[in-house]
């Protein structure tokens, strides 16, 4: 039997998952589906490495991020999109381009 489908019902069973460390304000959800995302694959590809406390996370991209609060549609996703998109905008002016060779 293909464990996949079976699987895809574990996941949705579970609720996501929270974890905030009150001293610094970090919060990281665990989340068994992702509103926006077509696949935890290309979203992993689409992530950076940090480490936190000594422990390797990946970190999803902020445009995955702003997709999957677009797609949800849920009053409090739809709250925090113009912080999103305008630290988004922060983030491109920031980010040098590459010079294009003459």
């Given amino acids: 039997m293909d464990a996949s489908p079976l699987l895809s019902i574990l996941l949705r069973a579970f609720a996501a998952q929270r974890l905030v460390d009150d001293t610094t304000g970090l919060q990281a959800d665990f989340m068994p589906v992702i509103h926006g995302v077509r696949s935890f694959e290309g979203l992993r590809s689409r992530s950076t ?3 936190l ?3 390797t996370v990946l970190v999803a991209s902020l ?3 702003v997709a999957s609060k677009k797609a949800a549609g849920r009053d409090r ?3 925090v999109l113009p912080v999103l998109e305008q630290t988004r905008r922060a983030l491109a002016k920031a980010t040098p381009k590459p010079r294009r060779s003459t």
């Fill in 53 to 55: 406390g000594g422990l």
């Fill in 77 to 79: 996703d739809l709250a």
């Fill in 63 to 65: 445009d995955d991020i």
């Fill in 49 to 51: 490495e940090r480490t």
